[in-house]
């Protein structure tokens, strides 16, 4: 077995865990690869509230930098973790805690039909290239709060990730960070809004944004003021409301690759579509953890 072997089968999410830990040990006792000195400096270990399915990748793809025992050690950790409760793309082997529930159901969506029309945008297929699932949510969290962006394009670009890229979703998930979703309408308002999407933010499922988009779509066509199309005058009287394409690049340019700097652009996306609410509520839950 040679480093690329094993790095594949490390960042392989359909291995388990345990198969992983054979492999390494094996790897190590006959001296098979050659490991690097373990070195933290651009991507540290974290604990494991921290662990999600963004988390893994970044530290998948960190194998390629420091291909240390300790890394490769850590990351089947986080793997074993990760397929226990059953993450989105990880064999499931379910063992949940009282306080978190999951649907196993297939979810909704998946049948519907996308435009033919619809082309995705080029920031979003750049990011789906890359394999960067953090930076692809980013850019799905900006379509959501641009109120420009029509109905059906939403609807297209969420379904066209559902469909082509289910991975970028989680399992959903209810849990102390992340509540569930209110279905009673009369308690959908701009508020509502926000705070559901700091709960996205903690779990980024299916269930989640597709709830996000129908209370979008109801409370625009009811004529709720936050969610009318922004008029360039509009814009340019307000800057710190502003959804100008110029400002939503200058946010695809820092997107984040790890949890604490994603906190930090998504409450720079808050801010700059008007989300103030959701904007605190957010660096609350940052500060807490």
Not at 81 to 101: D, H, M, S, V, Y
Not at 125 to 147: A, C, F, W
Request: proline share 3%; net charge negative; charged share 25%.
């Amino acid at each position: 077995m040679n480093k690329q072997t094993l790095i594949e089968k490390l960042q392989d999410k359909q291995i388990l865990a345990a198969e992983n830990t054979q492999l390494l040990n094996t790897a190590i006792t006959t001296n098979q690869v050659q490991f690097d000195e373990f070195n933290d400096l651009y991507l540290p270990l974290k604990e494991s509230h921290y662990w999600d399915s963004i988390y893994f990748e970044n530290q998948a793809s960190e194998l390629k930098n420091n291909f240390s025992k300790e890394r490769c050690e850590h990351l089947i950790k986080v793997k074993e973790k990760l397929q226990n409760i059953g993450e989105r793309g990880f064999i499931r082997n379910p063992i949940f805690t009282a306080e978190t529930t999951t649907s196993n159901s297939p979810p909704l969506g998946s049948e519907q039909k996308i435009s033919t029309k619809y082309t995705p945008s080029k920031e979003l297929l750049n990011h789906l290239q890359t394999g960067n699932l953090s930076r692809v949510r980013t850019e799905l969290k900006i379509y959501l709060n641009d109120m420009n962006l029509s109905p059906d394009s939403l609807n297209d670009s969420f379904l066209y990730i559902l469909q082509n890229h289910p991975e970028v979703y989680e399992e959903h998930r209810v849990y102390s960070i992340a509540k569930d979703i209110d279905k009673n309408k009369d308690s959908w308002d701009w508020d509502y809004f926000n705070l559901q999407q700091v709960y996205l933010n903690r779990n980024f499922s299916w269930e989640r944004i597709e709830h996000l988009r129908k209370v979008r779509t109801i409370l625009a066509a009811e004529g709720i003021e936050e969610f009318q199309p922004i008029s360039r005058t509009s814009i340019s009287q307000n800057d710190q409301q502003t959804q100008s394409s110029h400002n939503f690049q200058a946010l695809h340019d820092d997107a984040p690759n790890d949890e604490s700097a994603n906190d930090n652009h998504f409450l720079k996306v808050a801010l700059m579509v008007g989300g103030a609410v959701l904007a605190a509520l957010a660096l609350i839950i940052s500060i807490s953890r």
